[in-house]
């Protein structure tokens, strides 16, 4: 049976197929789908964990029980992970354990455009690469092999075009693993005390060499014409097929370690060699330091993800085909938060109040472009609360508020919040707690009381959390009703000790009971002031000389209502 599927349905069917027991990560783009579709298969357990850090622990230890684990994360992630990501080299598994890298060229919905390959490289652990959809499948189940074979975690690294982008897939069925669930104790194996990790990485290096050869055999010489060469994987070998369909090429399935075996007879056989990669020059620099010259970086962009015109462009001097330049340009659409999105009051008044706001991951890190302009900071999952700290023990005299999302404060401002409170700080710290992961599609984390597998749960309780950790003033808001949200913030920032608000509404896209009519403006009313503009919501049209509400995006929030000096929203 042949079916159409995404990079991540893929790769969430060939983990199925592999007989995969206990899936475990955390949504991020363009991760999300892998786990939210191994949800759906029976004999799959699978969930959301609080971080990247617990699912790889997670995955481990279904590993080290004997079943296949697989954990997946965007590429920010794998450095949530990357703690026993690196012992987990030294200790092996006994299970396969597959960890899924997905990157961000691009940085369509990221804070940094990382090139996680080389993450394989300071682990020394193998790292796959597909090509498409299939190649995808296939090299999930080739991965759980190698994992097993050679004691050893594997890296599937797709990028954004990979993990979305659909492709013919051929369905195979389950492979049905008989294996009993055991732990067996091998405290030399999986103590890493030093005595015990140093004998362990004689045989990280030993594996290692074990590695390239199979990379050797794993990868393939495609041969056509002779006179240009190709080292290219991943998405880059699809651009670089369609710019230079007569070239010879060396696919890298396996793009780490490389095979210089292969990669040395590829060299003895073609005239020149073009290196295409996205991103970092990984492989160029490994194959220039085995002295073979090649074209890459030089040409080739470093930043942004390639395709087949930027490929074209950069080693051809011959124009573009003019049919492929055509066509109407389109009009930029900057991010925006939602219409009746439960943040933009908070982030209007913060920005009223003309606070410092120490920012996170999430869909409020949108409050940072005009017209709020009201987050001042954005670092990576977790930071907004530490960096708060830090401005306020350095002797900032302007009030610094730290804003967080629900699903992020779980991944990693807990810590935080618990430092201030321990270390005598006294930042006012809020929850936007609008119960989802809603940047990435609104998944559950939690405090929402349900699990990835849609089963009810007991649902963390912030104020509680914040309660048990030491914090003495606890507020919940409304952050609908501007005046309270505006008394709140404005009492909790002049207390010399740490403050908690929570937020109490949830994303407007999920709850479809909170929304209400759509707002109107009474034009016979309206003196043109423009002031609810400042609310930056989508739903209000700015005419030559009018203001419109669309009726169609108006969730009816009434925070337009509530600053219109003249009453004219009705």
Same mark, same amino acid.
């Given at each position: 049976m042949k079916r159409l599927l995404s990079g991540n349905e893929a790769i969430a069917q060939g983990a199925y197929e592999a007989g995969v027991k206990v899936?475990?990560?955390?949504?991020?783009?363009?991760?999300?789908?892998?786990?939210?579709?191994?949800?759906?298969?029976?004999?799959?357990?699978?969930?959301w964990a609080p971080n990247e850090k617990v699912a790889l622990e997670v995955a481990i230890g279904a590993s080290l029980a004997n079943a296949r684990a697989l954990a997946a994360m965007k590429h920010v992630g794998v450095n949530v992970a990357a703690d026993p990501l690196f012992t987990l080299s030294y200790t092996g598994v006994e299970g396969g354990l597959v960890l899924v890298s997905a990157d961000d060229p691009s940085l369509y919905s990221s804070q940094n455009e990382q090139d996680n390959r080389y993450y394989a490289k300071f682990a020394k652990i193998p790292m796959l690469e597909p090509t498409d959809s299939q190649e995808a499948k296939d090299l999930v189940k080739q991965a759980f092999e190698i994992s097993e074979q050679y004691d050893t975690p594997v890296m599937l690294r797709v990028t954004t075009r990979i993990a979305h982008s659909e492709t013919i897939v051929d369905i195979g069925e389950r492979i049905e693993l008989d294996r009993k669930a055991e732990f067996v104790q091998d405290i030399p194996k999986y103590v890493m005390v030093p005595a015990h990790a140093s004998k362990r990485h004689v045989l990280v290096e030993e594996r290692l060499k074990k590695l390239q050869e199979l990379s050797n055999e794993f990868n393939k010489i495609e041969y056509s014409q002779k006179g240009l060469g190709i080292i290219t994987s991943g998405v880059a070998y699809q651009y670089a097929k369609e710019v230079f369909p007569d070239a010879s090429y060396l696919k890298l399935s396996m793009s780490y370690p490389l095979p210089q075996k292969l990669i040395r007879e590829f060299a003895e056989n073609v005239s020149e060699i073009y290196v295409i990669e996205e991103l970092d020059p990984f492989i160029e620099e490994q194959v220039k330091a085995m002295g073979i010259s090649v074209k890459g970086k030089d040409y080739l962009p470093i930043c942004g993800e390639l395709n087949p015109d930027i490929v074209r462009k950069s080693f051809l001097t011959s124009p573009p085909n003019p049919k492929e330049e055509g066509g109407r340009s389109i009009p930029s659409r900057p991010p925006v938060l939602c219409p009746g999105c439960p943040h933009r009051g908070v982030f209007y008044v913060l920005k009223k109040l003309r606070l410092?706001?120490?920012?996170? /991951?999430?869909?409020?890190?949108?409050?940072?472009? *005009?017209? =709020?302009?009201?987050?001042?900071?954005?670092?990576?999952?977790?930071?907004?609360?530490?960096?708060?700290?830090?401005?306020?023990?350095?002797?900032?005299?302007?009030?610094?508020?730290?804003?967080?999302g629900d699903s992020t404060f779980i991944h990693s401002g807990i810590t935080g919040l618990i430092?201030?409170?321990?270390?005598?700080?006294?930042?006012?710290?809020?929850?936007?707690?609008n119960r989802t992961t809603a940047m990435t599609g609104g998944q559950a984390h939690p405090a929402t009381g349900y699990t990835l597998q849609k089963e009810a749960t007991k649902a963390l309780d912030f104020a509680k959390l914040g309660e048990a950790i030491g914090i003495e003033h606890v507020c919940i808001i409304d952050p609908y009703d501007l005046d309270e949200t505006e008394?709140? /913030?404005?009492?909790?920032?002049?207390?010399?000790? *740490?403050? =908690?608000?929570?937020?109490?509404?949830p994303c407007i896209l999920l709850d479809r009971k909170s929304r209400k009519p759509p707002k109107k403006i009474d034009q016979e009313v309206c003196k043109f002031c423009k002031l609810c503009l400042r609310l930056g919501?989508?739903?209000?049209?700015?005419?030559?000389?009018?203001?419109?509400?669309?009726?169609?995006?108006?969730?009816?929030?009434g925070l337009c209502s509530r600053i219109c000096n003249s009453e004219a929203v009705v």
């Open positions: 899936a475990s990560g955390y949504p991020g783009t363009p991760s999300t789908e892998i786990l939210e579709n191994l949800a759906k298969y029976e004999g799959v357990y699978a969930e410092n706001v120490t920012g996170d /991951i999430g869909c409020y890190t949108l409050s940072t472009l *005009p017209p =709020l302009s009201a987050l001042h900071t954005c670092i990576c999952m977790g930071a907004s609360i530490g960096i708060a700290h830090g401005i306020d023990k350095a002797g900032e005299q302007q009030k610094t508020v730290a804003v967080i430092n201030i409170v321990y270390n005598k700080g006294t930042s006012t710290v809020i929850i936007l707690d008394r709140v /913030i404005l009492q909790e920032v002049e207390r010399p000790e *740490p403050s =908690l608000i929570i937020t109490n509404r919501c989508p739903a209000l049209l700015l005419k030559e000389d009018s203001l419109e509400i669309n009726p169609i995006l108006c969730a009816g929030c």
